[in-house]
């Protein structure tokens, strides 16, 4: 709950026309995308997972209903409908916060038919932002309906279901047909956050988790230039010309001064390289750039994710975009999340 990680894609085997790392150039005005509100009135909307297409799907952490901090995950059809597709329910792991999703196309055998795309979330059962672990829900189309798998893929790596565990999931794909993506995510625990990845396989009909690592984080900074000691609430997009990865992700310090301190006023844009991010020695994150309120015209720009294809690449070498949330200074902050997209060059 508020907060959000994002995934990591390879497609078959990358080939890349150049190493050449890109310059991100100035943001865009940004454009307002949706808001909860919308809706039901007093909810909120976060953490997408932005699907590029015809329309654009914005799959969200959703107030279940006006007035009320219970979190489903809705699918938004730019310009068109939005509703519910995902929600807890019964007495299981999951059953009280669904959120943070991330949709990728992968095939997944389960329950005697090959399922089309994976939808990773966040699942907890507690009214509280703790004790959370990832799962998957599968389907034959964008659109649904999602099947959830039984068991969590990450389990809640904690030792006291007070501690926050794991989820902002973000997944890419290695091989759609061969079932495999990399899934990264937030840790949260008493000894920090940090990112993790591993790869996933499907192809048993079982999810089946290998090579598990720490994702680097030299390179990253805070918002005065100083080394920084923690990730979460990021999403990635693979450039496969450049066999380069970008992030968005929460900038850190938190505000101080003003409530809410628990989400970003500022976001950061860095880059590595496909070698640097499987973890090459010595790899380093480069910053390309700053979303600060000068361009949002917000108090605070948080839980951010790219425009992706479902593959998790770009859908235009030429760009990047981000979707993003934005919200007002306490005490009614949470219910004025909105959804806007901004744009810049890769030249």
Known sequence: MFRRIAAVLTVLVLLPLSAAHATVGGWSTPIRLYAASDIQGRGYAYAPSAVAGSPTRLYTCHSKASNTVRDDIFLTKVGGTSTSVLTGSGSGWDHFHNCDPSVVRVNVPFSGHTYSYALFYLGNDLDASAHNAIGVAVADNLDGPWVKLPNPVIRFPGSSMSEWGAGQPTATTVNAAGGTVVLAWTQGLPSGNVGKAAQISFASGTPVVQSERVLPMAGLTKQDGTPDDGLNNFDLV??????????????????????????????????????????????????????????????????????????????????????????????????????????????
Request: net charge neutral; no cysteine; hydrophobic share 30%.
């Open 238 to 347: 693979y450039s496969p010309p450049r066999d380069r990865f970008y992030m968005v992700r929460e900038g850190h310090p938190y505000p101080s001064g003003s409530q809410p301190n628990y989400i970003s006023d500022h976001l950061q844009i860095a880059s590595i390289s496909g070698a640097g991010f499987w973890g090459t020695p010595g790899a380093s994150w480069t910053v390309e750039s700053t979303i600060t309120s000068a361009r949002t015209g917000r108090p605070r720009t948080h839980n951010p994710g790219f425009l992706r294809t479902a593959f998790g690449t770009l859908p235009n070498e030429s760009e990047l975009t981000v979707v993003y949330t934005s919200a007002g200074y306490d005490p009614d902050s949470l219910w004025s999340y909105t959804l806007w997209q901004t744009t810049a060059p890769l030249t």
